[in-house]
């Protein structure tokens, strides 16, 4: 199993911007297309970004013009920088390959990101 490992998230107001990181334990971003995930309060888990091994992006129209996904194989760790955050994006967000793997890639704890005033 590989592990991920979620951080940067935290309290912001509306209008902010955090930096997520998603750390792997073994060089895998250039073996698998990645993801960003989010589950909010009540709700489904949602892919909010993907990264391809080409480097194409895609988003959800949520929060497409607002996040940005990348990823540095050199550090082993791929990012979601996240600008005018809003309300609704308030959620645990988790990464893991597109389409996740959840055998190898188990969901880990995720990382809150609350954005309120």
């Known amino acids: 199993q590989v592990q991920l490992v979620e951080s940067g998230g935290g309290l912001v107001q509306p209008g902010g911007s955090l930096r997520l990181s998603c750390t792997a334990s073994?060089?895998?971003?250039?073996?698998?297309?990645m993801g960003w995930y989010r589950q909010a309060p009540g709700k489904q888990r949602e892919l909010v970004a993907r990264?391809?091994?080409?480097?194409?992006?895609n988003y959800a129209d949520s929060v497409k013009g607002r996040f940005t996904i990348s990823r540095d194989n050199a550090k082993n760790t791929m990012y979601l920088q996240m600008n005018s955050l809003k309300p609704e994006d308030t959620a645990v967000y988790y990464c893991?390959?597109?389409?996740?793997?959840?055998?190898?890639?188990?969901w880990g704890q995720g990382t809150q990101v609350t954005v309120s005033s």
């Open positions: 073994g060089s895998i971003y250039n073996i698998y297309n």
């Open positions: 893991n390959t597109d389409p996740p793997r959840v055998t190898t890639f188990r």
């Open positions: 990264i391809t091994l080409g480097g194409s992006t």
